[in-house]
């Protein structure tokens, strides 16, 4: 089988340092290779093959589709090409042997119940239980948000990353906006780096709060250099990494912790649980960032509560507040904080 796509416009993903960096197409079947054609337009003129391709065949990595041209998989304008880097044309034709992986594999439908808060012609709110990941992953390929949204509406497979222009970890619970259609996505995301979307969560952290509330923490986050797979506040003069803020306020203290709400200033990866880690408070049960398990919690102790933006298509400031889980109130309790003396106001 073939199909003929054609270069969209700039990844969204390099615009929001949240967002995931695939997008669902709908993949060849499990075992079958497929010869896929593509064309480049104006947007591709002067690119790197392999990032023209990254783009139009999203349900594959980048790395892997440079695995394909090194073996000979692509071919451009009839002839066989072997260098990722070469720059491509516009007018240029190409086609691509595309082998199924585990992770193009992942792109599929999965009926699956969501808690829709919101939802009109270009944009649904979501609120996301804990445990559910939100995009494929090695370890998590099936069974995530993105699979769900495939399976409810038949437009999300034409969007990068089925409409998810940011993300929650698979153990924070709370609010998430996805977009319906192309125009909106690019909006919504425009408004992320823009930081014209208010994200606010409840968080509860090991040890009383001292000191002054609200307060602006401002700490660069970046790889941790000691393990890879962990984010940490770095020194830029020495490390990698980005600017990050966060606005933390006490809500109530209790002798064992201290329950919070934090406003992202900005949206690095982990930067709640890091910020708070960096402050002397991680997250109960965050084990990643110093946590322990502890007030029956088993998952970080984060939830994205409130979520408000002005819609890109109609100009209405909108805002939506979702319920603390079960799991956070029950521990609140446990810690002797009531949940209505806990609420924010």
Same mark, same amino acid.
Request: charged residues 20%.
């Given at each position: 089988?073939? #199909?003929?796509?054609?270069?969209?416009?700039?990844?969204?993903?390099?615009?929001?340092?949240?967002?995931?960096?695939? %997008?669902?197409?709908?993949?060849?079947?499990?075992?079958?290779?497929?010869?896929?054609?593509?064309?480049?337009?104006?947007?591709?003129?002067?690119?790197?093959?392999?990032?023209?391709?990254?783009?139009? @065949?999203?349900?594959?990595?980048?790395?892997?589709?440079?695995?394909?041209?090194?073996?000979?998989?692509?071919?451009?304008?009839?002839?066989? @090409?072997?260098? +990722?880097?070469?720059?491509? #044309?516009?007018?240029?034709?190409?086609?691509?042997?595309?082998?199924?992986?585990?992770?193009?594999?992942?792109?599929?439908?999965?009926?699956?119940?969501?808690?829709?808060?919101?939802?009109?012609?270009?944009?649904?709110?979501?609120? #996301?239980?804990?445990? *559910?990941?939100?995009?494929? /992953?090695?370890?998590?390929?099936?069974?995530?948000?993105?699979?769900?949204?495939?399976?409810?509406?038949?437009?999300?497979?034409?969007?990068?990353? %089925?409409?998810?222009?940011?993300?929650?970890? #698979?153990?924070? +619970?709370?609010?998430?906006?996805?977009?319906?259609?192309?125009?909106?996505?690019?909006? *919504?995301?425009?408004?992320?780096?823009?930081?014209?979307?208010?994200?606010?969560?409840? %968080?509860?952290?090991?040890?009383?709060?001292?000191?002054?509330?609200?307060?602006? =923490?401002?700490?660069?986050?970046?790889?941790?250099?000691?393990?890879?797979?962990?984010?940490? =506040?770095?020194?830029?003069?020495?490390?990698?990494?980005?600017? %990050?803020?966060?606005?933390?306020?006490?809500? /109530?203290?209790?002798?064992?912790?201290?329950?919070?709400?934090?406003? !992202?200033?900005?949206?690095?990866?982990?930067?709640?649980?890091?910020?708070?880690?960096?402050?002397?408070?991680? !997250?109960?049960?965050?084990?990643?960032?110093?946590?322990?398990?502890?007030?029956? *919690?088993?998952?970080?102790?984060?939830?994205?509560?409130?979520?408000?933006?002005?819609?890109?298509?109609?100009?209405?400031?909108?805002?939506?507040?979702?319920? =603390?889980?079960?799991?956070?109130?029950?521990?609140?309790?446990?810690?002797? !904080?009531?949940?209505?003396?806990?609420?924010?106001?």
């Amino acid at each position: 089988m073939s #199909k003929t796509t054609s270069i969209i416009s700039a990844d969204p993903a390099e615009t929001d340092p949240d967002a995931p960096l695939d %997008a669902p197409l709908e993949a060849g079947s499990e075992g079958e290779s497929e010869l896929r054609a593509f064309a480049v337009d104006a947007h591709g003129h002067g690119e790197r093959l392999d990032r023209v391709l990254a783009a139009q @065949v999203p349900e594959f990595s980048r790395s892997y589709l440079q695995q394909l041209i090194a073996d000979g998989a692509v071919h451009l304008n009839g002839q066989p @090409v072997l260098r +990722s880097a070469q720059r491509v #044309k516009a007018g240029d034709r190409g086609q691509v042997e595309l082998r199924p992986t585990p992770q193009s594999q992942a792109f599929q439908p999965e009926p699956m119940a969501l808690d829709v808060v919101y939802e009109d012609a270009h944009l649904l709110v979501v609120n #996301k239980p804990p445990g *559910l990941v939100v995009h494929p /992953a090695p370890g998590h390929w099936r069974g995530t948000l993105l699979n769900g949204l495939l399976a409810r509406d038949a437009r999300a497979a034409t969007l990068p990353r %089925a409409g998810i222009v940011h993300r929650l970890d #698979k153990d924070t +619970s709370g609010l998430m906006v996805v977009a319906r259609d192309r125009p909106t996505m690019d909006a *919504l995301v425009r408004l992320i780096a823009a930081r014209e979307v208010s994200r606010q969560y409840l %968080a509860l952290g090991h040890r009383p709060w001292r000191g002054i509330s609200p307060r602006e =923490v401002e700490a660069p986050i970046g790889r941790d250099s000691s393990n890879r797979l962990r984010m940490a =506040v770095v020194d830029l003069a020495r490390e990698g990494g980005k600017p %990050a803020a966060t606005q933390i306020e006490l809500l /109530a203290n209790a002798a064992e912790g201290c329950w919070v709400r934090c406003t !992202l200033r900005t949206g690095r990866t982990h930067q709640i649980r890091v910020h708070m880690a960096h402050l002397g408070h991680p !997250l109960v049960a965050d084990t990643v960032y110093g946590g322990t398990l502890t007030a029956s *919690l088993t998952r970080q102790a984060l939830h994205a509560y409130r979520l408000a933006f002005t819609h890109p298509a109609t100009g209405q400031p909108l805002a939506f507040q979702a319920p =603390v889980p079960t799991d956070l109130v029950q521990a609140l309790s446990t810690w002797g !904080l009531g949940y209505n003396e806990a609420l924010p106001s």
